[in-house]
């Protein structure tokens, strides 16, 4: 069955300290990699994704994640945080269409919240 | 365009009694699914539909029934709620069948006495 691991279940970074979250997937296919965030009080919204191409992929509010293929990991990371960055944020994996007209299935980790202080 | 909505944002329930969460979008997307997000547990998919009409289960189906008349909507049932069903239920859409970007609607608390 397919899993998602978010190892860091609350992280706490002072203002302008890098970040790094960790994520890892579980499943034999192929997959689409995805970063949500949850601000206080506010929808889940994407950050980023990766389907294929460059593993290198950029996200909005300057974050980034690296695919790692043969680590199954898809961490998240940001240079400099900033305390408008303190949210939750979710790792998500599904697999990837492959035409049969079948949706597929997200499965999420369990989250990592982040709390940045001035 | 108002997204994805959802109504209400708050609901109590006594043990035994039915209710229906209701979710609509307006950006004419194919896909349409349910999640609850428990503490530690992240989101976990409740019931997902590919089109009107079309409807399955995801990870957590039990005790929630789903329709799907129309691409709009997406309605949750649940038949005889319990005290294990107390979560946020988000609603989320994406524009085709597959693993792409999910919307999702601002959440409806639910607790169950």
């Known amino acids: 069955a397919q899993s998602v691991s978010q190892h860091n279940h609350h992280v706490i970074l002072s203002e302008a300290a890098s970040l790094e979250l960790g994520c890892n997937y579980s499943?034999?296919?192929?997959?689409?990699l995805f970063w949500y965030v949850q601000y206080p009080g506010q929808h889940l919204q994407l950050l980023l994704k990766?389907?294929?191409?460059?593993?290198l992929v950029k996200g909005i509010k300057g974050f980034e994640a690296e695919f790692i293929k043969s680590k199954f990991s898809f961490n998240l990371r940001k240079p400099s945080v900033q305390w408008s960055d303190t949210a939750e944020y979710f790792c998500?994996?599904?697999?990837?269409?492959?035409?049969?007209?079948?949706?597929?299935?997200?499965?999420f980790g369990t989250g990592t919240r982040l709390q940045v202080t001035l | 365009n108002a997204g994805v909505t959802q109504t209400p944002k708050f609901q109590v329930l006594k043990t035994g009694q039915s209710m229906t969460l209701q979710c609509a979008q307006d950006?004419?997307?194919?896909?349409m699914s349910w999640y609850r997000q428990d503490p530690g547990m992240g989101l976990r998919l409740i019931h997902y539909?590919?089109?009107?009409?079309?409807?399955d289960q995801g990870e957590v189906p039990n005790g929630y029934n789903v329709s799907r008349s129309t691409t709009e909507d997406f309605p949750l049932r649940l038949l005889s709620a319990a005290p294990s069903q107390t979560s946020v239920y988000f609603c989320?859409?994406?524009?085709?069948?597959?693993?792409?970007?999910?919307?999702f609607g601002p959440g409806t608390r639910l607790t169950v006495l």
């Open positions: 989320a859409s994406s524009w085709d069948r597959g693993a792409d970007t999910q919307y």
């Open positions: 499943y034999g296919g192929t997959v689409n």
């Open positions: 990766y389907f294929s191409g460059d593993p």
């Open positions: 998500a994996a599904g697999p990837q269409f492959v035409n049969t007209g079948t949706a597929s299935k997200l499965t």
């Open positions: 950006m004419n997307h194919e896909y």
């Open positions: 539909s590919v089109g009107a009409g079309i409807t």
